[in-house]
Structures are given as C-alpha cells and as structure tokens.
C-alpha cells in the first residue's frame, strides 16, 4: 500500500510513496526513544542553533519548497511563499525565546527556595492535516522541539512529498536521527502508536470526527492531548465598520488557501444598516476573485484539493439552496480539469440547512443579517465551534464588546484572522483544547515541576 500524491490543478499523479511496515515503524519508534535520551540533554543554545540552521535552508529554497506544497494541494504559488516564510520566521521565533519560556520560576511558599521546572516529556506524535502542509507541522515542531522533545509525524496521506520532505530538511540541518521522524502509516496503526509506551504525548490538527477518536485512544492510554479540529468563525460587520477595510478583508478570509482553512471566516454576520452595502459589495467582490493555475503569480484561489472534498462542498452548497438558500454571486473558473469550485456568496440561509449547521471547507460564504451587534454576538455564539472569530469596526466599545462576549480561542478586529508564534493558538467548545504557539504553547507537551527545599 502507498500514499499517492495527485496534483489538484492537473490530476496528474505525482508519486507514491510507499508506506512503513511494522518492522520500519518499530525501528523508527526505537530510534525517537533513543534520540529523546540525547536530545532532552542538549543545551537550550544548542537547539536553537540546529532551529536556525533549519529555517536558513528553508529560506534558501523558498521557491522549490513553495512549489512543492502548491503542486501537492493546490494554494497558489504566493500563498505557499508565505507559508513556507512563515515557516522560517516561527522557526526563528522560538529558537531566541525558548529559553526565555522554559526558565524556572520561583514562587515564594515557607521553603528556603521553591518554584516550578518545565521539562520534557518524551516522543510526541503530531497527526497532521494536509491545508498547511508545512505551517501545520512546523508550528506545532519547532517549540516542541525547543522544549527539549522529539517528534513523529504521522501526516495527511495525501501530501507525502511534503511529509517526507520535513524529515529530511531536519535532517540535513544536522539535527541527530530520530529527532524529527516521519511515519508513513495507515490510521489502523494510529492507535497502535499512541498505545506504545514510548510515546508520551499526541496532537491533532484535523476533523472533529478525527480529533475525537484521538481524544478516545489518547484517553484510553493516559497520555496528554492537543486537539486543534473544525470551526465555522464569524466575521462580523458592526455599525461602525469601514467598508473598504471590511470588504476586501472578507474576501481574502474566505478564499484565503482556497476557503480551506479552520480559521477562515465562514459566517459573515452584518448588522441590518449596514447589511445591504456589505452584500453588495462583498458579492462584487467574490464574483471577481481571480481562479486558475495556482502557479499562476496573477491566481488568488487555485483547486479544492480532492475530487471528493468538491463532491462535498458541492453536496452542501445544492442542498442548502433546494432547502432556500439564495446564491448571491459566484466567481467563474473555466476550468476544463482539477477540482476547481467557484468563490460563492450564499444569502437567505435556513437555520436547518447544511451550510448553516456544517463547517463548509471551501470557498462558500454564508451571510446572516441581524439586527444589531448583541444579536450579531449571540448568532456568532449559536453554533458548536469555537475557534477564532473577528470584528469590523472603528468604535472601540463595539471592538470590546466583541473580544469579550464571542466564545471562541481567538479574536480579531479589524484584522483576517491568523494564528503567529506570539500568540497563543486554539479554541473552545468542538474545536478543541490545548494551545499551540507561544509561551503556551511551548509548554503544552512539559512536565511542571514543582520542587520545594525545606
């Protein structure tokens, strides 16, 4: 059995790769183990130099990497550059701070001294979504690894080229063997590896379905879990919201990687002033976004990534409208190949619907009309996700309103919602728990200690 890696834009097949057998996955289970041993007595300095060796090749081959993730998944061109950077600068981020994060800290109790130590835990599997081929892993790597872990990647099967390709970059940045360690295994042995003993720790970035049958093994076993699944955010437009800022920042939150991403908006929730304005505009706008070849430097959304996740979206958007549903505007694509879906703006949507209950992964975008800014909150509140969420206005107490009353991990205003390595990254509710990024982050797969020297 292997792993097949299919151009989204073309169809073509662009290799196979074919997956571990138990006996390679047993050698690669024992060689993270044994690298733990090494690599947790590192000194903190020394990590941080191999982190930055890796983020100089990255940036050294920016293009060829960006290539890379564009033909496995399909996100244009420019956006695999500013993922593939964003990539270095993260790297480079917690190389300088993690010291900073993991230092101990005293905490005055009737000891003579007393406090807390962050130390690592041991071989962490990270099971990796394909939207983010390379973000995805490397947000979640590089403070992991800085913590003084190693860890397994156990990646969406359909970028494997771009599984392989992490590895190997550690590698070749002199990080010792089994420090970074990808496995090309089947979800059957999934469970098998968060069972094994010499793994301490797992984290998810994928599907709620996903998220809960890792949540179930990781349960079963005892061992600490990161989930970082769906969401359905809202982009809300206030009273006081500057319509060119808010307008093309729509866009760009729903078609960003394509509508692909668990943080981008999805509910466009507008107060009933400035309702008719937004979606007209918006509705141009949308009409207009640039589809095509996603090498194409002028392409803004390239491909759905699989034939089966357009059959999907394509499933939701019809039903939604058999069951009311109005589309407003849809973008063109004229595409005669590849899994291509038009940028869609979806009015008048039926509380039962699909797209209203359902996370739609893809360039389709629901408005929501209401009355004013607490039931703009409230309709923003009313679904089981909660990971990010974002608010357009120019008058500060609608912009604090917002940050405290929406029920989600992150809020952003008058800004696309983004996660970056300062800031803590996760949700609420169905979209998980745990923190990615940052300090927090950092210390998510650390044993606190606590000591106490009477």
């Known amino acids: 059995m292997s792993f097949i890696a299919v151009n989204p834009a073309t169809e073509i097949v662009l290799g196979e790769y074919p997956l571990h057998s138990d ?28 982190m930055v060796g890796a983020a100089e090749l990255l940036e050294g081959e920016l293009p060829v990497v960006a290539e890379l993730l564009t033909s496995e998944m399909g996100k244009s061109f420019n956006a695999a550059r500013g993922e593939v950077a964003k990539c ?34 041991g071989p962490i599997l990270a099971i990796m979504p394909w939207n983010f081929p390379l973000w995805q892993v490397i947000r979640f790597a590089a403070p992991t690894l800085m913590a003084g872990n190693v860890v397994l990647i156990k ?28 496995l ?16 301490t720790g797992v984290t998810i970035t994928g599907s709620e379905r996903a998220g809960r049958a890792v949540a179930e093994a990781a349960g079963r076993h005892l061992k600490k879990c990161v989930l ?29 990687n394509n509508g692909q991403a668990c943080i981008a908006s999805k509910r466009f929730i507008v107060v009933a002033e400035r309702a008719e304005e937004f979606i007209r505009r918006f509705s141009a706008a949308m009409a207009e976004v640039p589809v095509g070849d996603p090498m194409d430097p002028e392409t803004v959304m390239g491909p759905l990534v699989s034939a089966s996740q357009r059959e999907l979206l394509a499933a939701q958007v019809s039903e939604s409208v058999a069951a009311g549903a109005t589309i407003a505007a849809q973008s063109g694509d004229g595409r005669q190949s590849g899994y291509y879906f038009p940028a869609t703006v979806l009015l008048d949507v039926p509380a039962g619907s699909r797209a209203a209950r359902e996370e739609l992964f893809g360039p389709v975008a629901v408005v929501h009309v209401v009355e004013d800014l607490a039931a703009a909150i409230a309709r ?13 206005s120019e008058d500060d107490a609608e912009i604090d309103a917002a940050i ?24 609420t509710k169905n979209s998980g728990y745990g923190r990615e990024l940052s300090g927090y982050g950092l210390r998510e797969f650390t044993n606190v200690k606590s000591y106490f020297v009477a």
């Open 23 to 50: 006996a390679e996955l047993e050698a690669r289970l024992s060689g993270a183990a044994e690298a733990f041993r090494t690599w947790r007595a590192l000194p903190i300095p020394e990590r941080a130099r191999l």
């Open 88 to 121: 270095a600068m993260t790297m480079r981020y917690f190389a300088e701070h993690a010291a900073s994060f993991l230092a101990p800290e005293t905490i005055p109790t009737s000891a003579s001294r007393s406090g807390v130590r962050f130390e690592p835990l």
């Open 155 to 182: 990646h969406a099967p359909n970028v494997p080229g771009s599984a392989a390709f992490i590895e190997e970059l550690f590698v070749r940045a002199g990080f010792p063997a089994g420090v970074v360690t990808n």
């Open 184 to 199: 090309f295994i089947d979800v059957e042995r999934v469970e098998r590896v968060i069972a094994d003993d010499r793994v």
């Open 228 to 256: 970082e699944l769906g969401g359905s955010d809202a982009f809300i437009v206030a009273a006081h919201a500057d319509m060119d800022r808010a307008v093309p920042a729509a866009v760009t939150a729903r078609v960003q």
């Open 380 to 392: 923003a509140n009313d679904t089981p996700w909660g990971l990010g969420g974002s608010i357009w």
């Open 404 to 427: 405290e009353g929406l029920d989600v991990g992150v809020v952003f205003a008058n800004a696309v919602v983004a996660s970056m390595p300062e800031l803590p990254f996760g949700g």
